[in-house]
């Protein structure tokens, strides 16, 4: 009988590692590109998502389950120790003497990848909701997980996953409406787009559905 790719990966076999890297390794990528705002730490993101599954790999319990969830689960967490170590390093970086600043292209590049001004909204009013609220958003909309896999890569039940999706469609609309108000400025010139972030909003908003 051939064993589930799940009782290879748990028996330590590395190939089923290799085969789960295949599947998964571009949607860890672009949730944690999406997360971070940086290629280069999204490409360090999926590298840690990959380690700690192997390493984690014992804690697997038996079944035919996808390992999406699990692994997304694993994502997650990654994802939070690197932005609490970006969040330290930066205030290091503040107490630091002031030095030449340096320009930050990677927001730009990752507004080019997210198809420009469409989620330019949206990407500045993400950040303003909870914690919790952010992480189910992200699960659910940019990686496509459904109710029971979001939950099962959180740890929470599915209620408590629908109630923060929920919170955070409603809040994310209102706050990126707020920011396109914010950000207009009428008249608009020869070249300029107006309310090009109305569209990411509302597009988003019939996805979410």
Same mark, same amino acid.
């Given at each position: ?8 990966? %748990? ?17 860890? $990528? ?16 999926? &590298? ?44 290091a970086m503040a ?28 990407? @500045? ?5 909870? @914690? ?5 958003? @992200?699960? %659910? ?5 459904? $109710? ?14 629908? &109630? @923060?999706? &929920? ?35 509302r597009s988003m ?5």
């Amino acid at each position: 009988m051939e064993l589930s790719q799940r009782a290879r990966l %748990c028996a330590g076999d590395r190939s089923a590692l290799g085969e789960l890297f295949d599947a998964h390794a571009q949607a860890v $990528y672009a949730y944690a590109l999406r997360t971070l705002g940086d290629w280069a730490a999204a490409e360090d993101a999926v &590298s840690l998502t990959f380690l700690e599954a192997w390493r984690l790999r014992g804690k697997l319990h038996e079944g035919d389950e996808s390992l999406r969830p699990w692994l997304f689960g694993i994502a997650t967490n990654v994802l939070r120790n690197t932005a609490r170590a970006t969040r330290r390093h930066q205030a290091a970086m503040a107490r630091l003497a002031e030095r030449e600043p340096v320009e930050d292209f990677a927001e730009g590049l990752v507004t080019r990848i997210d198809a420009g001004a469409e989620l330019a909204a949206v990407r @500045r009013a993400l950040p303003r909701l909870r @914690r919790s609220e952010r992480e189910v958003f @992200r699960l %659910c909309v940019w990686v496509g997980l459904d $109710y029971a896999s979001a939950a099962e890569a959180l740890g929470v039940p599915v209620g408590t996953v629908r &109630s @923060r999706l &929920s919170r955070a469609r409603t809040r994310l609309r209102a706050l990126a409406e707020k920011e396109l108000t914010n950000h207009r400025e009428p008249p608009a010139g020869p070249g300029q787009v107006r309310d090009g972030g109305l569209v990411a909003a509302r597009s988003m908003q019939g996805e979410n559905r």
